[in-house]
């Protein structure tokens, strides 16, 4: 059983012109720890993606801040995020984003999700505390929700609210601060919502004034990540810059949909470092969010900072020349072999007209395509798995060998070098649909 703070519809209070107190922020008690063991990090937070309604999910602008987020799930990071140390927060706290949950995860599952449940007497959403062993956050369905960022009158913004939701996570109770008012002065932990929500997004005084009681002034010794660069790829080195890392640190990464379960997802501990940089190679467990410099010896986690797993977007590929395998291929009906990507040997480079790439162990006959992209996926599909991201080129490049195989040259222009370029084969199978090859990283040479 776990005491709920509500965030209600209407600001009720004001028809009854009670004395407008002042005294500002209050604390529930408790706070969400670093700790390495059992439940002690708690900064992690996540969302389930349940919410009913269209607007809560059509905002499908993606940004380079947000990688991997569009709609609730941006809305909803960005509600963590305004708290952070290098945003309104500038306290010694910071959220760690954790993507999508596939399920709502329980009373400790620091989870953000839809329902009705509890949901009566004009509530729009609710956090259940105590906090410091997890906390857990109900959008009230049966109000019309909105991912923004423009928010319509009688539709209540996703974003305002889970951020007033999240002070309450991070321990802060209402403020008594006057709710009335112009909605741009209200304070974000006041209990009623001002008009659609949208201006308590971000924080005022009181409220940062709150965290900063909980959790302390932001340090001057605090890890702050300034830059990556590197490979973005899993198994990759990726060089994460700053100022004020430990000689030691442990580095987390977003993983995905585990919900708090008192382990600690996407982390790679007791990484050796300088005051400047960190590189660490990308766990398997790792996916777009954001990535952290931990170190839990002084109590120091450095501000989150946003990498888009799977992306050449470091300059990640590798220096140029390099040719990598990724993922693996499936065995054709026909052929009764796995089907293979490679090249036929020569450089990836402008100055060669012939440089191709290879199909091996496919299908006889069959038709085959080349699919391409600037990132590289891991997607589950009905026929077999996608290794190149979405919106990737397909290209007809005609029928495979009577012995299943294909080559296929690769144009390489002047504007391509340097960059990085993902291939996957799919041949026609009678029976699966497509039989496929692995994913193949190519970086191309002048
Ligand atoms: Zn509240």
Known sequence: MKLQFSFVAFAAAALFALPTLSTGYS??????????????????????????DATANDNGTTSASYPGATGAKQAIWKSGEIWNSNKDGNANFDFDFQGSATAAGGLNGNTISWGTSGCSGGTLAYCQTPISDGWNILMCEGWTWNDGPTVGSGQIDIQGVATHELGHALGLG????????????????????????????????????????????????????????GSFLVGGTLVI????????????????????????PGVVYNVAATATS??????????????LVWAPGISRLSNP??????????????????VA?????SVGSQSGTVANIGTNGTSPSAAN????????????????????????????????????????????VGATTATGTKSTVVPISAAMVGTTQYFQYLVFDPTKGYQHTGGLRVTYCP
């Not at 810059?241 to 600690?264: C, D, E, L, Q, Y």
């Not at 395998?325 to 291929?329: E, K, P, T, V």
């Open 353 to 396: 007209t012939n440089f191709a790439l290879t199909l091996t162990g496919g299908n006889a006959n069959q038709s085959c395509q080349l699919l391409m992209s600037s990132a590289q996926a891991t997607a589950p599909q009905l026929w077999g798995t996608l290794y190149v991201r979405f919106p990737y080129t397909s290209m007809s």
């Open 27 to 52: 604390l529930i008690g408790g706070n969400l720890g670093i700790g390495t063991t059992g439940n002690g990090y708690q900064r992690d937070f996540r969302i389930f993606n349940n919410a009913a």
């Open 278 to 291: 960190v590189s660490v190679t990308i766990p398997s467990t790792a996916v777009d969010g954001n990535v």
């Open 174 to 229: 209402h403020s008594s601060v006057s709710c009335s008012g112009s909605c741009a002065n209200v304070t974000t932990m006041c209990p009623t919502i001002c008009g659609t929500g949208v201006e308590q997004r971000s924080l005022q005084t009181d409220d940062k004034n709150g965290l900063a009681a909980i959790y302390g002034a932001k340090p001057a010794n605090k890890p702050t990540i300034t830059g990556l660069s």
């Open 325 to 329: 395998n990724y993922g693996s291929g």
């Open 305 to 322: 900072f946003p990498i888009d797993i799977g992306s050449s977007g470091g300059g990640g590929g590798g220096p140029c020349g390099t």
């Open 241 to 264: 810059t700053g100022t004020n890392f430990p000689s030691t640190v442990n580095v987390k990464f977003t993983a995905g949909t585990t919900t708090n379960t008192g382990t600690i």
